[in-house]
């Protein structure tokens, strides 16, 4: 029931060897609370999924996918609820995924579901990255994703097929995507000898994207720039774009790139 983070349904409770009256004894004792209708939640439970189940639903969509884990771009704020229908006859407006409403049997909807309702809160290269990153993590895969949608809008089938679990990062996602909507040719995730795998690669350019959370120590700022000189040596081109230039300045950060690419000095005249 971990899953859940410390909220249940009394079934469940039932179901994991409790009984009505284990049940009203923890609640008078303080170790359960009745947060609605069948529901109850530990002390210790998450703050966001026990307000999820009082707001009449559970905890789905980008707040669920926050919960996971994954990697979410900014700009998504407040609880993200997916109501029972219960919920949604009482006129509360919230997540709901494409396809048939699932039932609201656990306080967290599974990833597949969490990802459903995201493609109607996200845009086309937020959910992307947010798919990258459960695949890079082996949280799930494409072809669990496909069974777990019987019926897939061609919108959401054009952005599977946009998806690579071999993105370490949501910007390096981003990137690819806009680069390759320009149509560049991208290759991801390249090995380069004496400095290893690399981000993404257009010719002798390489673009290494530092996502929030890393490349911030004095150990790994040193390591960044060891490969660098080590990639530069090897007769190519480093460009590392930082977290907040992906996100926020993104048209200088693509004038930066043309000025190598339009010059032609992106493409390994060794091989002519």
Known sequence: MDRDRGAYRTAQLLKAGETAASIRAAA??????????????VPTADRDVVAAVRAGGVLSCVSALKLYGLWIAPGYPGLHVRCSRHGEENG??????????????????DLPTALAC???????????????????????????LQRAWPRIPRRVLNMLGKCDGRAQSGTETIVRLRLRALGFHVEVQKWIDNVGWVDLVVGRLVIECDSRGFHTSKEARTN?????????????IVVRIMYD???????????????FTDADRHRDRRRR
Request: glycine residues 6%; aromatic residues 6%; proline residues 6%.
């Open 28 to 41: 008078r004792a303080g170790g359960l609370d009745d947060i609605g209708p069948g529901w109850w939640a």
């Open 92 to 109: 509360k407006r919230r997540c709901s995924p494409f396809g048939r409403q699932p039932p609201t049997r656990h306080a967290v909807d």
């Open 118 to 144: 995201a493609t109607k809160c996200m845009s086309d290269e937020d959910w992307i990255a947010a798919v990258d990153s459960a695949l890079n993590q082996k949280l799930t895969t494409l072809e669990a």
């Open 224 to 236: 960044d720039a060891r490969r660098d000189r080590h990639t530069q040596i090897g007769n190519r």
């Open 245 to 259: 230039e992906v996100l926020y300045c993104w048209p200088e950060v693509l004038a930066d790139i043309r000025a």
